[in-house]
């Protein structure tokens, strides 16, 4: 039961939420370009083929 609050707490803050909401348009650029990488990778992973098509 002690590791159920941690993982509600990890659901309900995540760092992409933390970084988007403070003002620093650094962070908030770094975060952009780590999910258009993650998405990049993700969908090269799955279908290398169909991502060179889909441009982000």
Same mark, same amino acid.
């Given at each position: ?6 993982? %509600? ?13 403070? @003002?620093? *348009?650094?962070?908030? /650029?770094? %975060? *952009?370009? #780590? #999910? $258009? /990488?993650? %998405?990049? %990778?993700? $969908? #090269?992973?799955?279908? @290398? ?8």
């Amino acid at each position: 039961m002690a590791s159920t609050p941690k993982t %509600v707490k990890a659901a309900t803050s995540p760092p992409f939420k933390t970084d988007a909401i403070s @003002p620093q *348009t650094g962070d908030w /650029l770094q %975060v *952009t370009q #780590r #999910r $258009s /990488l993650t %998405v990049t %990778v993700i $969908s #090269r992973s799955i279908a @290398p083929v169909s991502s060179e098509a889909i441009e982000f």
